[in-house]
């Protein structure tokens, strides 16, 4: 199976900064097939980005994906209060379908 | 606006059979273009997918859980289940039910989650 790795574990920013969150796979994401959810405590995911850079319906433009093959990226362009959380990347072009281990954003 | 609510025990025995329901509002499974499906993530780590069924029964499961898990729908209910057999408290997780576009796998709207416990 494809193991995604995201890095930092942990990232500590403030309001109004720029964040780059980066998920690296094991082998080639066939399709760009590359989603981002955000995960606030207590809460579900909620879907980002997925073919690595489409933005879900009610997403902020602050927030884009990119990348291809086996490297990827979400970059939040300016932080807003309610951005820090949790996010993971899931593959889904190779079954199983897995995830990262998440980057938690913090101020 | 499509809502989906995980129902079920929140503690099971060792050994028992974990059962869950996801009871979907705002959408119909009959009406096709969506698997159906559920992940679960271990206290304080990541998402683990635990499978899919489409409306008409197809059902992929996660290799890793695939001789302990059954998941089934009934459509006359807008429901689906999972069933999780044999566990152990390492089965223990917060259940989350989710719906999966077809032809792609990602997870585009999911219920809030319920806490399953594996304890005697």
């Known amino acids: 199976e494809i193991v995604l790795t995201q890095s930092p574990g942990t990232l500590s920013l403030s309001p109004g900064e720029r964040a780059t969150l980066s998920c690296r796979a094991s082998q080639s994401v066939s399709s760009s097939y590359l989603a981002w959810y955000q995960q606030k405590p207590g809460q579900a995911p909620r879907l980002l980005i997925y073919g690595a850079s489409s933005r879900t319906s009610g997403i902020p433009d602050r927030f884009s994906g990119s990348g291809s093959g086996t490297d990827f990226t979400l970059t939040i362009s300016r932080l807003e209060p309610e951005d820090f959380a949790v996010y993971y990347c899931?593959?889904?072009?190779?079954?199983?379908?897995?995830f990262g281990q998440g980057t938690k954003l913090e101020i | 606006q499509v809502q989906l609510q995980e129902s079920g025990p929140g503690l099971v025995k060792p050994s028992q059979t974990l059962s869950l329901t996801c009871t979907v509002s705002g959408d119909s499974i009959r009406s096709g273009g969506y698997y159906w499906s559920w992940i679960r993530q271990h206290p304080g780590e990541g998402l683990e997918w635990i499978g899919y069924?489409?409306?008409?029964?197809?059902?992929y499961y996660n290799p890793s859980l695939r001789s302990r898990v059954t998941i089934s729908v009934d459509t006359s209910k807008n429901q689906f289940s999972l069933k999780l057999r044999s566990v152990t408290a390492a089965d223990t997780a917060v259940y989350y039910c989710?719906?999966?576009?077809?032809?792609?796998?990602?997870?585009?709207?999911w219920g809030q989650g319920t806490l399953v416990t594996v304890s005697s």
């Open positions: 989710a719906r999966v576009p077809t032809g792609t796998t990602f997870l585009d709207y």
């Open positions: 899931q593959q889904y072009g190779s079954s199983p379908q897995t």
């Open positions: 069924i489409y409306y008409s029964g197809g059902t």
